[in-house]
Every structure is written in C-alpha cells, then in structure tokens.
C-alpha cells in the first residue's frame, strides 16, 4: 500500500484511494498510516478518536470503522485479490496494523534524507547536504496530513512532524550559506522571518545572507526588529548567541564576508515551507 502523509493523508491500494470521507475512519486510517507495519493499539485509537471521553460504544464503533477501511480496501485490491483486506489492515493482540512498508511512507523517507543532510552538513559537505535536505524538504505537499482532524495522539505527531521539517529547512538554508548562495536565499528567509517572527536562528540567517549582499544597514534592521519583539511580547533580550552576531555585524567581522566554506558566524549549523 501507498502511503503518505506530509500533505493530504495519500493511502492507495493497487493506486486506488482507500481513504474515507468521513471524519473519524479517515482520522483512525491517518493514525494506522502513520505507524505503519507497526500495531497501534486499541487504547491509542480510541484516545485519538474520543480523547478522556470515549463513548459506551468505542469498542464496537471503532470495530465498525476498522470493517468500513476494509471495505474499501477489498474494493481496491479487485475481484480476484491475491490477499485480502484482512491481509492489509490486520489485527494483532492489542490492536491494529496497516500492513505497509514503514520505511517507504513519505515521512520514513523525508526523515533518512534529512538525517543524510544533517550528517553531510556536520561533516563539512555543505553541497551533499543541500542537496539531501532539498529532497527531503520535496517530499512534502503541504502542512502534514492537512485534510484530518487530528486528536491528540495525532496532533502531537503532527507537530514532531511540523519540527523536523522546519530543522531541515534551517540544515538547507545553513548548506546554502556556505556554497556562497546568499543573495537567492534572501526572498525565501524575509518570507519565513515575517512567518516566524520570534525565530531567532532564521533572522540570523537572514543577517548574515544580507550581510554577505552588501546590504549590513537592513541586517542591523531585522536584528532591531527582532529585538523589539522580544522585548514587547516575551520580556526578554535576544539570545547571546544572536547578540554576538549583531556585534559581528557593527564590527565588520571578516567572518561575515561570502566565501564558499564559511559557516554563519556565531550560529549554530542547522534549511520552503507551504
């Protein structure tokens, strides 16, 4: 079974869809999706779909949605199935599995090709790095699994989700910013500073890539900008760290100046979103 989640849940069997249109199947079809090849339990179903009040009937209502996804699996798999739907969605001691290779889900993929990045940023090799955490980055189609309506158990791997790929996105821009590539990044970093705007780490990319296009005035700017939403929202300075990039800007540090190995100074390595 296809399966993807970093956009629109995607869930296919011999390419024909076998999401539900109703809300609370397609809820428990995008937890299975998932974890798939791995059980998920009962009580993880049940605390997804009805939270600390799961009605007198959530054994035998969710029975009946696990019989509506199998319905529309054994739709899928045709008249003459070399397996069948009990096959696909099978279930185990304490629960359910979506038999499915976990690792060629879109979200096991993004997450190998972002670690590949991270390791090839750590080692120096800021051109393989771009590269991997790009690809990573491809693989979403938007916010993860946009069209459910996520309880909690999915909500918070929603946001894991949401995290990582926002790391890899900082990893891809670090990469970019050591190839030299400062002045086609600018655009995307205002959008994602204006969409962050109490990111401390995007706002120091995006002084260091004006830096490096000759533009220190606006660099000083963003810093400013930053600073007085810190103040005003959280009562806090900025960090140190971004503290002494702003005092490497004021001094003209020659760190700063683009060159082809040159990390952002005083930041920590780390790469669009829709």
Request: glycine share 6%; proline share 7%; aromatic share 4%.
């Amino acid at each position: 079974m296809e399966i993807a989640v970093l956009g629109p849940l995607v869930a296919r069997q011999e390419q024909t869809s076998v999401v539900p249109s109703a809300a609370k199947p397609r809820q428990a079809l995008a937890l299975l999706a998932l974890n798939s090849g791995r059980e998920v339990s009962v009580r993880a179903l049940t605390d997804e779909l009805w939270g600390d009040r799961p009605p007198r009937s959530a054994a035998a209502t969710l029975h009946t949605y696990v019989k509506q996804l199998r319905r529309l699996i054994a739709a899928a798999l045709g008249p003459e199935p070399a397996r069948g739907p009990r096959d696909v969605l099978l279930r185990r001691h304490s629960g359910y599995v979506l038999e499915a290779p976990p690792d060629d889900t879109d979200a096991a993929r993004f997450e190998r090709l972002a670690r590949r990045g991270r390791a090839a940023l750590e080692t120096g090799d800021a051109t393989t790095a771009s590269a991997r955490l790009d690809e990573a980055l491809r693989l979403w189609r938007g916010p993860a699994l946009a069209d459910v309506t996520p309880g909690r158990v999915l909500e918070a791997e929603v946001l894991r989700l949401e995290e990582l790929r926002l790391t890899a996105l900082e990893d891809r821009i670090a990469a970019d910013l050591r190839l030299g590539r400062h002045d086609v990044l600018l655009g995307e970093l205002t959008g994602l500073t204006a969409r962050f705007p109490l990111h401390e780490r995007l706002h120091g990319q995006l002084m260091v890539a004006l830096c490096r296009s000759g533009r220190t005035w606006q660099a000083l700017e963003v810093y400013g900008r930053l600073r007085a939403a810190f103040v005003a929202d959280l009562g806090l300075e900025p960090s140190p760290q971004l503290r002494r990039l702003h005092q490497a800007v004021l001094e003209g540090d020659p760190a700063l100046e683009p060159t082809m190995t040159s990390a952002p100074v005083v930041l920590a390595d780390r790469g669009t979103l829709r």
